[in-house]
């Protein structure tokens, strides 16, 4: 089961950040948080993955709580073509658990 | 050149039928995945092989038998197809797998139809 909880949807402005959260609060010390987004009818793809620090990448920046109970993605300036389904993972056993995800429309 | 790819795109086929789909990586990865995502849009896994070999066998039902040539292949068979089987099926890899988190890449999935 996923050990992860986010909002079914959210909307943002083009341009704009798009802050996506997600709730761990189960998570074990040596778990990684990964996010991937799904656009549609395409396979996952993979965007950033953090355990402790802050992360960034070319594609979004990840925010984790000091005490790793949440985390926030954020794409710091959407796209129409961010519009996907965003999954938070974590890691579990010996497998990723895609829970329903967050839908991200980018507004135009 | 496409690091998972997966064949054949669309798959059509009556109920009773046996099909194939085929899965190749090109990033020298260990391990290989079949994920499946229904109708709901859930996506989970099915398979994981690491190195030709089996490691994750989730509660699939037996019709569903994965088969590793090479660590560069996996394709997944389906025997006597039930209307319950249409999904799209997602390969996957990552470089070493096992009890080991890790990135894993898709593959751009195969729509399964069971008329």
């Known amino acids: 089961d996923a050990k992860t909880t986010q909002p079914t949807s959210m909307d943002c402005a083009e341009g704009r950040a798009a802050n996506l959260p997600c709730n761990h609060s189960t998570i074990s010390g040596n778990e990684y948080v990964y996010w991937y987004r799904q656009i549609h009818s395409q396979g996952p793809q993979y965007i950033i993955h953090?355990?402790?620090n802050n992360e960034t990448n070319e594609m979004a920046s990840l925010i984790i709580t000091e005490d790793r109970k949440s985390s926030t993605l954020i794409l710091p300036h959407a796209t129409l073509r961010d519009t996907a389904v965003y999954y938070c993972i974590v890691f579990t056993g010996n497998q990723f658990y895609f829970g329903t995800g967050t839908s991200l429309t980018v507004i135009p | 050149d496409t690091a998972v790819s997966q064949t054949p795109k669309y798959l059509v086929t009556q109920m009773g039928n046996d099909k194939s789909i085929k899965c190749e990586q090109n990033l020298g990865h260990d391990t290989m995945y079949w994920y499946k995502q229904d109708s709901k849009k859930f996506l989970k896994i099915m398979f994981s092989y690491n190195n030709k070999e089996l490691i994750i066998n989730e509660t699939v039902p037996n019709r569903f038998s994965p088969k590793s040539p090479d660590k560069a292949h996996l394709n997944l068979h389906i025997n006597s197809l039930e209307l319950g089987d249409s999904a799209v099926y997602f390969c996957a890899s990552s470089q070493v797998g096992g009890l080991i988190q890790e990135t894993q890449y898709f593959g751009p999935g195969t729509r399964l139809l069971v008329l």
């Open positions: 953090g355990l402790k």
